[in-house]
């Protein structure tokens, strides 16, 4: 009985084996373009962090001597720590209005699809074309912000020429292009939360603020970790505006990874050092990356 238990197994098998050939000459030439645009680009990087090489000039393999000279370069290190600063202005405050915004624009009232629609359009935009108004605006002479300080009795401000107020400025910019997004998201959230909860609640005797940190929070949660993840993510990625609003200056005080980054490759022509930022710069995007998915995961998908 066993042995042709065994034997009908094999045969499924086999059966199965062979039907799966055919599919495979669908599937190999896949796996050849995937390799060809992603697996080989990676590992031509990661060759070529381990060479000191200037553009025009002969390779020369140096191991993790690339690594290590980063570790003491101080602009390399100085441009983590932009990174980070910027990233984390870029990230709580968008996560913080666009959620404000989720909730006003929840509500019925008058003009709101209108009004929805005039908060999205800043998404349309694309980030130079953003970034080159703002430019204007950020003018300390001629800009429109400078006009409206005073026009409240503050003094006018340096915004992006100023290395202590560089980055907070530039922060603003990222505030009005990316708080639509997480609005929209946190919005697709409110909307498909129940109403009987909130009819309970109001049986109850709970006030607005009880309902949302007991029932809103906690059920819209989940759409709130996407966006932070996603808004991260991107916020790391910054180059765009900061390279066309102050090509990381005055001085260096805006330099952050990606900034530092295209310097060494395109502006030095060291492809070496530029390749084993990549590298480094990829380990920290992944290591957040996989923190922020930890934590979605303890917010409980419902």
Known sequence: MAGAEATIAAGTRAA???????YLLFIWPALIVS????????????WMSLNDWHIGSKQVFVGLDNYANLLTNRRFLESIGHTIYFTILAVVLP????TLAALVFHKKFRGRGFFRTLFIMPMMATPVAVALVWTMMFHPQLGVLNYLLTLVGLP?????????????????????LWTPF??????GGLASLPNEP????LIDGANQWQMFWNITYPLVLPFLVVALIMRTIDA?????TIWAICNGGP???????????????????????????????????????LVLLWARQKAKWS
Do not use: C, D, H
């Open 16 to 22: 199965g084996e062979r039907r799966l050939r055919p």
């Open 35 to 46: 390799s060809a645009l992603i697996i080989f680009p990676w590992l031509f990087t990661i």
């Open 95 to 98: 996560m913080v209005l666009g």
């Open 156 to 176: 006018p401000s340096q915004w992006v020429y100023s290395t202590t107020t560089v980055i907070p400025s530039l922060v603003l910019v990222e505030i009005w």
């Open 182 to 187: 997480v609005m929209i998201i946190v919005l």
């Open 198 to 201: 909130y009819e309970a609640a």
């Open 236 to 240: 790391l990625k910054v180059f765009e």
């Open 251 to 289: 001085g260096t005080a805006s330099e952050v990874l990606n900034v530092y980054l295209y310097a060494q490759a395109f502006a030095y022509n060291q492809v070496g050092t530029a390749s084993a930022v990549v590298i480094v710069f990829f380990a920290i995007i992944v290591a957040l990356s």
